[in-house]
């Protein structure tokens, strides 16, 4: 089948991987001169399973009010834009459950697991050089209850995968020196072996190289203006 892939960040790039791995004919259109330009040029490159609750959470509606119009807020929210928000709100306000929180949070961490798999299955079969570490995240905590609270919330999810061990003070200095110094300020952590960072342009970079290298025609300075439809299908990008 003749794919095309309309964006070449890492997300686009890896598809046009797996779709090329399967035996498609691949083409990615891209608006910018190279390949991961935006969002994946600029992140930070954490592939990981340690973050994987979403912000519809119970008590979160309560928060957002408590936060409104504070521009330092960890969830911004402006009075200008609640007009606009209506609808995403009331879909927000119902996935603060209890129940729909843990299930969201389930999915995003078999979404996380799937992704680590990946980085390591295209890495080892690239051959990619892209300044890993695979030393995993390290969570700190101030409080004592805090810690508790988040390693309950992971032992909760260690059956579908999570991989995590508690630090104590002590622990987490061993885990990372440069905590010495502030060290009586931390309660714990907790130490997430499995993730892993990098330099997210050079994985790109790779990734999309090794693809022109096995047939995947990148059209870098394309930018896409809409698709043409026939007989209810795509039929082409324009």
Known sequence: MRVSVLGAGVVGTMTAYYLMKRGHAVEVF?????VAQEASFANGGIVHASEVMPWSQPGMPRNVLR?????????????????RVGRWGVEFLRNCTAERFRANTLANLRLALLSQRAFKE???????????NTKGCLKIYCSAAALDAAARLSESMRSFG??????????CVALEPALRETAD??????????????????FTRGVADHCRRSGVAFHTGSDVQGLEASAGAIAAVR
């Open 30 to 34: 891209e608006r910018h001169d190279d």
């Open 67 to 83: 936060w409104l119009g504070k521009e330092d807020a960890p969830v911004l929210l402006r009075y200008g834009a609640i007009p």
């Open 122 to 132: 295209v890495r080892t079969d690239v051959g990619l050089d892209y300044d890993l």
């Open 162 to 171: 999570m991989n995590f061990t508690v630090a104590d003070r002590r622990g």
């Open 185 to 202: 300020g931390i309660a714990g952590g907790i130490h997430f072996p499995g993730d892993e960072l990098g330099d997210s342009y050079k």
